[in-house]
Structure formats: structure tokens, C-alpha cells
């Protein structure tokens, strides 16, 4: 089970992020300050660490480098502009998010960075009902097994299309960018360029085609897809 350090000083914002997360799977531990964050971090080893910037004692800002050596940091912050940005991923942040976000979204950026920094890829927990199994609509998806059915019928993908779809049946009616696909599906920095994910969601079509499903799969365009 992942283990991630929450450092956020707002006491309402640092509970609601962790009932989050541990409805997901994740275990958390929860500082609220930065001295208090760094004294944890010593204490104990984490998988990810949620940094909030603006903190009593010492800074998000000054913690950065620090964390980033060993594991994957995602700032938060109410600093929106470009320049704050780039100082705190220049200092080795691995993500940054603005403040208000979205909790769907920060779940998804955190399985992007424990994929990419730590080759980890997050299942949810066991559950009676859940049995580890994904549905939506005809299909279902088994993490356990790596299979795809359609109808019960089985659908052959390849390592990354399965886990694009994961991402996707995880999420539905959720928009993903190209980046962020790509990241969890590969756990490598995304290249802008690259064609890669355009060819990957246009096999999966053609392989729903027979089932008439593959119109599930929508693109939205200039930013990405989406199941409808």
C-alpha cells in the first residue's frame, strides 16, 4: 500500500485530502507544518509526498530539494503564475497543482508520478464486492489477470493499452490529456510530439469495433479522451 506524507498547514484541506487518498488504497500520515513535515520525513520512509508551499515554520519552498532526492513531490500551491511554477519545478518538484483542484485529479497525478519515479503500478485495494475488477457498461477490466472482456468475450491488448484503459475505466466521464496517459502508461516523461497515444487509442478501437463499443472511447479535441 502506498504511503504518502500530507504537508499542508489548512487542517480542513489536509483531512479531506486524506480521507480521500485512503478511500483509494493509499496510507497517510499528516503534517501541518514544515517543520513537522521534515521531521517525519526522517523519521519514516514515503512513496509520495503532497507539499503545500506556503507553510509555518519552513517553507514548502525550502523543502523541496530536500524530499525530491528520494521520492516524488507535488507542490500545492494558490501561486498560479508561470513564475512560481517554474522556480519550485526547477528546485525538483515532480508535479504542481493550483489550488482550488480537484480531488479526481489529484488521485490521477499521483498515480502518475509513483508510476513513473518508482515503476509502481496502483491497484485499489481487495474488497468483498470489488473484488479488484473493474466494470463499465459491457466491459470489464482485471487488473489480476491483465485481461479485457467485452460481453464476457475477451479482448486482446497489449501491456500499455491495458493499462490506458485502466486509466480510463478508473475514471469515467473524467478527461485525460495526452500527458497524462501517457505518463501512467508508460511512467516516462511525454514528449509532446510523440503520435504515440493517438496510435495506441486507435488500435483499442479497432479492436472494440466488433463489439460496437469502441465509440465509448471519445475524443476531446486539443486536449484528450475520455469514455462517454
Given at each position: ?217 471519445q475524443t476531446v479535441w486539443g ?6
Amino acid at each position: 500500500m502506498p504511503k504518502i506524507l500530507i504537508i499542508e498547514d489548512d487542517a480542513d484541506n489536509n483531512q479531506m485530502i486524506r480521507e480521500y487518498l485512503e478511500k483509494h488504497g493509499y496510507l497517510c500520515t499528516q503534517a501541518y507544518s514544515g517543520s513537522e513535515g521534515k521531521l517525519l520525513f526522517s523519521m519514516e520512509s514515503y512513496d509520495l509526498i503532497l507539499l503545500d508551499l506556503i507553510l509555518p515554520g519552513i517553507t514548502g519552498e525550502e523543502l523541496v530539494s530536500l524530499f525530491s532526492e528520494k521520492v516524488p513531490v507535488i507542490a500545492l500551491s494558490a501561486k498560479s503564475k508561470l513564475d512560481n511554477k517554474v522556480e519550485v519545478l526547477s528546485a525538483g518538484a515532480d508535479d504542481y497543482i493550483c489550488k482550488p483542484f480537484d480531488l479526481p485529479e489529484l488521485l490521477v497525478r499521483i498515480q502518475v508520478q509513483l508510476h513513473r519515479r518508482n515503476k509502481i503500478t496502483f491497484y485499489p485495494p481487495f474488497s468483498d464486492n470489488m473484488q479488484n475488477i473493474y466494470s463499465y457498461r459491457t466491459w470489464t477490466l482485471n487488473p489480476n489477470t491483465q485481461e479485457m472482456t467485452v460481453n464476457g468475450e475477451q479482448i486482446e491488448l497489449t501491456r500499455h493499452e491495458f493499462l490506458i484503459m485502466e486509466l480510463l475505466i478508473q475514471n469515467p466521464k473524467r478527461v485525460f490529456t495526452k500527458q497524462m496517459i501517457y505518463e501512467y502508461a508508460w511512467g516516462e516523461e511525454y514528449l509532446a510530439e510523440d503520435k504515440t497515444i493517438n496510435v495506441h487509442i486507435s488500435n483499442i478501437r479497432s479492436k472494440l469495433k466488433k463489439s460496437k463499443t469502441d465509440t465509448y472511447i471519445q475524443t476531446v479535441w486539443g486536449i484528450g479522451f475520455k469514455l462517454l
